[in-house]
Nanobody
Framework: QVQPVESGGGLVQAGGSLTLSCATS????????MAWFRQAPGKEREFVAT???????YAADSLKGRFTISRENAENTVYLQMNRLKPEDTAVYYC???????????????WGQGTQVTVTS
């Protein structure tokens, strides 16, 4: 079982930065691809980025250059560094674990509760 727990969300002004963290309790962290998704009010859950054990990354084209995913395998933790934030980045950000590097929500088996990110103009 994997239980992702997100942290690091908050209120930030446009142009600012935030780093989200996702810690997991599993001893088999290396078995899982870890991903970040986000969901704004009234919108579908949106893929942000995903990373496997070796560090191979697949990220949403629209967010490349501002958002960076990384993982610390020794700490069973994945991060999302978000720079030059915009009001449209406001959303609940979710961490997820799954078996393969994919942008599809349905391919991830374990989800955290989410952390709110609010970007003010």
């Amino acid at each position: 079982q994997v239980q992702p727990v997100e942290s690091g969300g908050g209120l930030v002004q446009a142009g600012g930065s935030l780093t989200l963290s996702c810690a997991t309790s599993t001893r088999t962290f290396s078995n899982y691809v870890m991903a970040w998704f986000r969901q704004a009010p009234g919108k579908e859950r949106e893929f942000v980025a995903t990373i496997d054990w070796t560090g191979r990354i697949y990220a949403a084209d629209s967010l490349k250059g501002r958002f960076t995913i990384s993982r610390e395998n020794a700490e069973n933790t994945v991060y999302l560094q978000m720079n030059r934030l915009k009001p449209e980045d406001t959303a609940v950000y979710y961490c997820a674990a799954g078996p393969s590097l994919t942008p599809r929500v349905l391919d991830y088996d374990y989800w955290g509760q989410g952390t709110q990110v609010t970007v003010t103009s």
